[in-house]
């Protein structure tokens, strides 16, 4: 086990990730992971820095995945506004999707803690945001007058309750339909 480091990260993230799913984060130690495993806690340590490094890397991988299947929606020939409500509309389903997963804590508990898993996964849909409104601006579909920082910043805060999993986890009552009549609210406050 101890030749492959690559391996066995892998091996103590699908472990951890169980454990998480299984027993909740904190209840969930490193030495439970390592003793799982049947390696040292120490030996851990050589590839996380802490529990929290080893969920983040999870939680990473997780937004990851859901930014990748958001910016398809972004990246299709459509205008500003269309790109903009696939956008939400993905996001919101992902959301909802995995919110019903047993793993959904650690999205949501990196989301409360801004975790850097957070952090850039926050970052790249304000970057989305940003884009979308520029391009939107160009081609005339939205309005030029707000400052860029503060139409990004608010359309960001309207939508935390779809995007943000600690939001999310907090609303469970919303669902996409919703978000689809924000991002309308939003769409039409956008219009020249």
């Known amino acids: 086990m101890r030749g492959d480091g690559h391996r066995l990260r892998q091996v103590v993230l699908a472990c951890a990730e169980a454990n998480f799913s299984s027993a909740g984060y904190t209840r969930t130690s490193v030495s439970n992971i390592a003793r799982e495993i049947g390696i040292s806690k120490a030996y851990i340590y050589k590839f996380f820095n802490s529990k929290q490094d080893i969920a983040d890397t999870i939680c990473t991988r997780d937004y990851a995945a859901m930014l990748n299947v958001a910016n398809e929606a972004y990246t299709a020939k459509d205008t500003a506004t269309g790109k903009f409500r696939r956008f939400v509309r993905s996001l919101s389903e992902q ?32 970057l989305f945001l940003r884009r979308v409104i520029l391009e939107g601006r160009a081609a005339s579909e939205f309005e030029r007058s707000v400052p860029l920082t503060d139409v990004v910043r608010g359309i960001s805060l309207a939508f935390g309750s779809w995007h943000n999993p600690a939001l999310v986890e907090l609303n469970a009552d919303t669902d996409v339909f919703e978000a689809a009549a924000i991002s309308n609210l939003v769409l039409r406050s956008l219009a020249p």
Do not use: F, H, M
């Open 95 to 126: 959301n909802q999707a995995r919110r019903l997963t047993v793993g959904y804590e650690l999205l949501a508990l990196s989301a409360r803690d801004n975790w850097p898993s957070y952090e850039s996964y926050d970052a790249q849909i304000v």
